[in-house]
């Protein structure tokens, strides 16, 4: 194991919604700050239906614009459909959403975390958390390198022990042509109870391919 000179005060594990506003909080406040991304190029990378508002996520990006986060604003700039849902049903549950273009909002994001004062981008692959006396004192890649930091955050998604269903075979990842994470293994042996949700994603068919007759 080799060590980064550089010390953290915040190491982000992860660069999805919550990673990025993570990083983002943190950096503002002044904490050196280091994002740590499996892949530099799908930060921020939308889920298939890159859609952002409704009901119950639309309250949760109202919270982050208010505490300065940026998901509200790149999906504004991003958007290309806006609709209030549940127009013709009572005000308490009408909600506004937006159906972003994934690829600007992606890139969008990617510019505000690099333009961002304290705040450091790394690609590699976390398998270990460094703990000191009970206290999370850095990480460890996948290569052996510890980077020191005063606080950890974890926000590996579905990464964590993920696993993808594509008809009757499986196979370990995180999301199609991306692995998943290895750190379930550490987090377990640091007495966290790890679990598993499941997602379902219907396949998707070009109807221009179909012959409807």
Do not use: W
């Not at 508002?53 to 700039?77: C, T």
């Not at 270990?128 to 009970?134: A, K, M, N, P, T």
């Not at 998943?180 to 377990?188: D, E, F, G, I, V």
């Not at 598993?196 to 409807?212: E, H, M, Q, W, Y």
């Amino acid at each position: 194991m080799f060590k980064l000179p550089t010390e953290y005060d915040v190491v982000v594990v992860g660069s999805g919604h919550g990673g990025i506003e993570a990083a983002l909080a943190a950096a503002r406040i002044g904490c050196r700050t280091l994002m740590l991304t499996q892949n530099l190029d799908t930060i921020g990378q939308m889920s298939c239906n890159p859609a952002i508002g409704g009901l119950a996520k639309g309250h949760i990006v109202r919270e982050i614009d208010a505490m300065s986060g940026a998901m509200g604003a790149n999906a504004d700039a991003t958007g290309i459909q806006f609709r209030m849902l549940n127009r013709t049903k009572g005000p308490s549950v009408r909600a506004p959403r937006v159906q972003c273009d994934k690829k600007a909002y992606q890139f969008r994001m990617k510019a505000i975390l690099e333009r961002t004062d304290d705040l450091d981008i790394k690609q590699a692959n976390v398998s270990r958390i460094l703990v000191d006396s009970g206290i999370a004192v850095g990480v460890e890649t996948d290569f052996g390198l510890a980077i020191a930091a005063r606080s950890v955050v974890i926000t590996s998604g579905t990464f964590l022990r993920g696993l993808l269903h594509i008809g009757e075979s499986s196979k370990p990842g995180g999301r199609m042509a991306d692995s998943n994470s290895t750190l379930s293994a550490n987090l377990q042996q640091l007495g966290f109870k790890v679990g598993r949700f499941k997602t379902g994603t219907p396949c998707r068919l070009n109807a221009r391919s179909v012959d409807f007759s």
